[in-house]
């Protein structure tokens, strides 16, 4: 990629029906790690090969528990996933030149690959993200619409990953200022139009305001009007993922479109970007929640947030492998985590070390008064869970 960050937006599934792919075998045999969900096949160095698993088996649970309502549960078989060092053998097995990661299937021979760019490894966990999405729909959900589909792998692609799970919902500035002057100038599609869309024309005409709509179709379906939509949502997806038509499908269970582009135009208008903190800032606190939770394993006390958040900075929360073992976490997170807490600090959040009789928790509250709370759950000496009141 030249050290340039590649546009995740032609890849996928303009190469999702390829008449042919080549075999990864017969390029080179990577090492193979078995995780829960997948057969993780990579090159990468050890410890970037252990986050890799752990992100991609947070990330299985998140496509689970987002899509509950209409999937079909979790597969009977792990998912194959192909993680390169380098673009040349990503090429070389068949991924497509200007892309950095896709999902592409000939009949019963499917496979996930992406490879690491480097200076851009948060990029390249978006774009792993999104092509795992489709894996994930085309083997546990069914065939989707290209709207759908693409929609909610951007969703999830836009996930932030904390350790322990992840965020969804996340809202990019940069997207929203993007969303914003294409509907001010009229460049979306009309919905009735985006819904007829087939896979062959979507392919045909690859552009960034298809994935933005579909995201924001997708997102508004999913948040806008107090929740409304969710339910009909879920039926609409179930429905179309088991084989109905979407027109008949989206009749049956939104009725008409009428009104659905003025409800969306207007959702986005006045849409506060202060509400895409709310999120983030959580993201924050679930990742320092799990290395308090870390902490605390490794039996240390701290009387206050300031002494947890130096520990933390200083290294005093060990990873070494041979000491957490499962419960081990990648040190580009803590980096991250610590340079988000300084952001969200000097805007005005405070954070706060609380002991309940059991363990220690954290309380976030935010510049207009929300308060979070922060605790976690163990399961046979592993963090399982991160919970937020």
């Known amino acids: 990629m030249s050290g340039k960050r590649s546009s995740r937006w032609p890849v996928l599934l303009a190469v999702l029906f390829l008449v042919g792919f080549v075999s990864v075998g017969a390029q080179r045999?990577?090492?193979?790690?078995?995780?829960?969900?997948?057969?993780?096949?990579?090159?990468?160095?050890?410890?970037?090969?252990?986050?890799?698993?752990?992100?991609?088996?947070?990330?299985?649970?998140?496509?689970?528990?987002?899509?509950?309502?209409?999937?079909?549960?979790q597969p009977d078989r792990r998912f194959d996933f192909y993680l390169f060092s380098n673009q040349a053998d990503y090429n070389a097995a068949g991924g497509p030149p200007g892309s950095a990661g896709v999902y592409m299937r000939r009949g019963n021979d499917a496979r996930l690959m992406a490879f690491m760019i480097p200076g851009h490894e948060a990029e390249s966990w978006k774009t792993v993200q999104h092509e795992g999405f489709h894996q994930f729909a085309d083997v546990s959900i069914g065939r989707l619409p290209p709207w759908v589909n693409e929609g909610l792998a951007e969703y999830f692609g836009e996930s932030i990953f904390t350790g322990d799970g992840y965020v969804s919902g996340i809202v990019d500035p940069r997207r929203l200022e993007r969303i914003r002057r294409t509907m001010e100038e009229n460049r979306f599609i009309r919905v009735e139009?985006?819904?007829?869309?087939?896979?062959?024309?979507?392919?045909?005409?690859?552009?960034?305001?298809?994935?933005?709509?579909g995201w924001a179709m997708v997102h508004f379906l999913a948040h806008g009007d107090g929740g409304r939509y969710q339910r009909p949502l879920a039926d609409f997806i179930d429905r179309v993922g088991r084989g109905q038509d979407?027109?008949?499908?989206?009749?049956?269970t939104f009725g008409s479109t009428?009104?659905?582009a003025d409800a969306l135009n207007k959702f986005w208008a006045g849409y506060d970007?202060?509400?895409?903190?709310?999120?983030?800032?959580?993201?924050?606190?679930?990742?320092?929640?799990?290395?308090l939770a870390r902490a605390v394993l490794q039996g240390k006390q701290y009387d206050n947030f300031d002494a947890f958040l130096e520990g933390l900075r200083d290294g005093d929360i060990s990873m070494d492998v041979n000491v957490v073992g499962e419960n081990w976490l990648p040190d580009d997170l803590r980096l991250r985590v610590l340079h988000n807490t300084d952001g969200w600090l000097a805007a005005g959040y405070a954070f706060e070390i609380v002991s309940d009789p059991r363990r220690l928790q954290l309380r976030m509250t935010e510049p207009d008064g929300t308060v979070k709370l922060a605790g976690y759950k163990l399961r046979r000496g592993l963090v399982s869970e991160v919970v937020v009141q």
């Open 193 to 213: 139009d985006l819904m007829d869309m087939t896979q062959r024309e979507w392919n045909a005409r690859l552009k960034h305001e298809n994935y933005d709509q």
């Open 246 to 252: 979407q027109v008949n499908a989206w009749g049956a």
């Open 258 to 260: 009428d009104g659905m």
């Open 29 to 73: 045999q990577l090492p193979r790690h078995e995780t829960r969900y997948y057969y993780l096949h990579t090159d990468l160095e050890v410890d970037q090969a252990r986050a890799a698993a752990i992100r991609m088996t947070k990330m299985a649970e998140e496509y689970f528990r987002r899509t509950k309502d209409f999937g079909r549960g």
């Open 273 to 291: 970007p202060a509400d895409a903190d709310h999120l983030r800032a959580e993201a924050t606190l679930r990742t320092l929640t799990s290395y």
